[in-house]
Protein backbone atom coordinates (compact mmCIF):
# COMPACT_ATOMS: atom_id res chain seq x y z
CA UNK A 1 0.00 0.00 0.00
CA UNK A 2 1.33 3.70 -0.41
CA UNK A 3 1.32 5.99 1.78
CA UNK A 4 -1.82 8.75 1.69
CA UNK A 5 0.56 11.87 1.68
CA UNK A 6 3.26 10.55 -0.95
CA UNK A 7 0.62 9.96 -3.26
CA UNK A 8 -1.22 12.93 -2.60
CA UNK A 9 2.49 14.66 -3.25
CA UNK A 10 3.50 12.38 -6.29
CA UNK A 11 -0.31 13.40 -7.58
CA UNK A 12 0.80 17.29 -7.34
CA UNK A 13 3.77 16.71 -8.99
CA UNK A 14 2.45 14.91 -11.73
CA UNK A 15 -0.51 17.71 -12.03
CA UNK A 16 1.98 20.43 -12.20
CA UNK A 17 4.21 18.95 -14.69
CA UNK A 18 1.29 18.35 -16.77
CA UNK A 19 0.34 22.05 -17.05
CA UNK A 20 0.63 23.23 -20.54
CA UNK A 21 0.02 26.38 -22.80
CA UNK A 22 -1.96 24.06 -24.96
CA UNK A 23 -4.03 23.29 -22.01
CA UNK A 24 -4.95 26.62 -21.37
CA UNK A 25 -2.11 27.79 -18.43
CA UNK A 26 0.22 30.57 -19.20
CA UNK A 27 3.34 28.28 -19.08
CA UNK A 28 4.33 25.37 -19.97
CA UNK A 29 5.83 23.80 -16.78
CA UNK A 30 9.14 22.26 -16.54
CA UNK A 31 11.14 20.40 -13.64
CA UNK A 32 9.05 19.47 -10.53
CA UNK A 33 11.11 19.12 -7.81
CA UNK A 34 13.95 19.12 -8.84
CA UNK A 35 16.12 20.78 -6.12
CA UNK A 36 19.15 22.01 -8.17
CA UNK A 37 18.06 25.10 -10.02
CA UNK A 38 20.71 24.96 -12.66
CA UNK A 39 19.15 21.67 -13.70
CA UNK A 40 15.73 22.88 -13.45
CA UNK A 41 14.11 23.65 -16.91
CA UNK A 42 11.73 26.89 -16.13
CA UNK A 43 8.96 27.69 -15.19
CA UNK A 44 9.93 25.04 -12.21
CA UNK A 45 8.40 24.65 -8.71
CA UNK A 46 9.01 22.41 -5.42
CA UNK A 47 6.68 20.51 -2.73
CA UNK A 48 7.59 21.05 0.48
CA UNK A 49 6.19 20.17 3.52
CA UNK A 50 4.90 23.64 5.35
CA UNK A 51 5.51 24.72 8.95
CA UNK A 52 2.90 22.42 11.56
CA UNK A 53 2.79 20.09 8.30
CA UNK A 54 -0.32 17.84 9.49
CA UNK A 55 -3.15 18.49 11.81
CA UNK A 56 -6.12 16.52 12.69
CA UNK A 57 -9.47 17.93 12.30
CA UNK A 58 -11.28 15.50 14.40
CA UNK A 59 -14.30 17.26 16.31
CA UNK A 60 -13.35 16.61 19.88
CA UNK A 61 -16.78 16.35 21.27
CA UNK A 62 -18.00 14.00 18.49
CA UNK A 63 -14.90 11.77 18.15
CA UNK A 64 -13.78 9.73 14.54
CA UNK A 65 -16.28 10.35 11.77
CA UNK A 66 -16.47 7.04 10.04
CA UNK A 67 -13.30 6.02 12.13
CA UNK A 68 -11.14 7.90 9.49
CA UNK A 69 -8.63 10.47 10.43
CA UNK A 70 -10.15 13.67 9.31
CA UNK A 71 -6.59 15.38 8.37
CA UNK A 72 -5.17 18.50 6.85
CA UNK A 73 -1.96 18.60 5.41
CA UNK A 74 -0.15 21.97 4.74
CA UNK A 75 2.34 22.29 1.92
CA UNK A 76 4.34 24.87 0.75
CA UNK A 77 4.61 24.82 -3.48
CA UNK A 78 8.17 27.01 -4.02
CA UNK A 79 7.78 28.47 -7.99
CA UNK A 80 10.91 30.23 -9.84
CA UNK A 81 9.97 32.00 -13.31
CA UNK A 82 13.06 33.49 -15.91
CA UNK A 83 12.19 36.51 -17.28
CA UNK A 84 12.02 36.18 -21.25
CA UNK A 85 14.41 38.37 -22.35
CA UNK A 86 17.95 38.02 -23.49
CA UNK A 87 19.37 41.18 -22.14
CA UNK A 88 19.65 42.20 -18.65
CA UNK A 89 16.41 44.55 -17.97
CA UNK A 90 16.49 47.88 -15.97
CA UNK A 91 14.95 46.25 -12.82
CA UNK A 92 14.52 42.18 -12.84
CA UNK A 93 13.12 42.34 -9.61
CA UNK A 94 10.26 44.38 -10.30
CA UNK A 95 10.39 42.96 -13.63
CA UNK A 96 9.87 39.55 -13.11
CA UNK A 97 6.35 40.57 -10.64
CA UNK A 98 4.21 39.76 -14.11
CA UNK A 99 5.33 36.73 -14.59
CA UNK A 100 4.71 35.57 -11.01
CA UNK A 101 1.87 36.67 -11.07
CA UNK A 102 0.75 34.63 -14.48
CA UNK A 103 2.45 31.46 -12.50
CA UNK A 104 0.31 32.13 -9.40
CA UNK A 105 -2.69 32.00 -11.83
CA UNK A 106 -2.09 28.85 -13.38
CA UNK A 107 -1.49 26.98 -9.66
CA UNK A 108 -5.14 28.91 -8.68
CA UNK A 109 -6.82 27.24 -12.18
CA UNK A 110 -4.45 23.49 -11.11
CA UNK A 111 -5.74 23.07 -8.07
CA UNK A 112 -9.08 24.99 -8.30
CA UNK A 113 -10.26 22.44 -10.98
CA UNK A 114 -8.34 19.49 -9.52
CA UNK A 115 -9.32 20.34 -5.90
CA UNK A 116 -9.34 16.47 -4.80
CA UNK A 117 -6.04 15.96 -6.58
CA UNK A 118 -7.42 13.16 -8.40
CA UNK A 119 -10.00 11.81 -5.44
CA UNK A 120 -7.02 11.50 -3.16
CA UNK A 121 -8.24 14.60 -1.17
CA UNK A 122 -11.48 16.13 -0.03
CA UNK A 123 -9.89 19.64 -0.55
CA UNK A 124 -7.00 21.50 -1.87
CA UNK A 125 -7.48 24.96 -1.30
CA UNK A 126 -5.24 27.89 -1.49
CA UNK A 127 -4.04 29.78 1.33
CA UNK A 128 -1.39 32.68 0.50
CA UNK A 129 1.36 33.48 -2.00
CA UNK A 130 4.93 35.08 -0.97
CA UNK A 131 7.59 36.48 -3.26
CA UNK A 132 10.78 36.60 -2.11
CA UNK A 133 14.20 38.61 -3.32
CA UNK A 134 17.28 36.56 -4.68
CA UNK A 135 19.91 38.42 -3.95
CA UNK A 136 22.22 36.36 -5.60
CA UNK A 137 22.28 33.45 -8.34
CA UNK A 138 20.52 33.87 -11.48
CA UNK A 139 19.37 37.50 -12.67
CA UNK A 140 16.65 36.31 -15.07
CA UNK A 141 15.33 34.61 -12.24
CA UNK A 142 15.30 37.30 -8.94
CA UNK A 143 12.64 36.14 -6.87
CA UNK A 144 10.62 32.64 -5.73
CA UNK A 145 7.17 32.78 -5.33
CA UNK A 146 5.65 30.88 -2.20
CA UNK A 147 2.38 29.49 -2.45
CA UNK A 148 0.64 27.65 0.70
CA UNK A 149 -1.85 25.57 -0.10
CA UNK A 150 -3.68 23.17 2.18
CA UNK A 151 -5.16 19.69 1.44
CA UNK A 152 -8.27 18.39 3.27
CA UNK A 153 -8.20 14.55 3.77
CA UNK A 154 -9.53 11.09 5.52
CA UNK A 155 -7.52 8.56 6.78
CA UNK A 156 -8.77 5.06 7.97
CA UNK A 157 -7.84 5.02 11.39
CA UNK A 158 -7.23 1.06 11.13
CA UNK A 159 -5.43 1.20 8.13
CA UNK A 160 -3.44 4.30 7.64
CA UNK A 161 -2.48 3.99 4.07
CA UNK A 162 -6.42 4.00 3.03
CA UNK A 163 -8.34 6.78 2.05
CA UNK A 164 -11.10 6.96 4.75
Aim: charged residues 20%.
Amino acid sequence: MANIINTIESTMATLIGGMKTTGGYNYTWGSVNELDLAKCTFPCATIDHAENFIENLDDEDGGAYAQSYHQRAHFEINVWVKLSTTSIPANPIKNIDSNLNLALDDFLKLFGTNYSINSTADMAMFKSMSSNNKTSGDIFAPKQMSILLDVDYQQDRKNPETVG
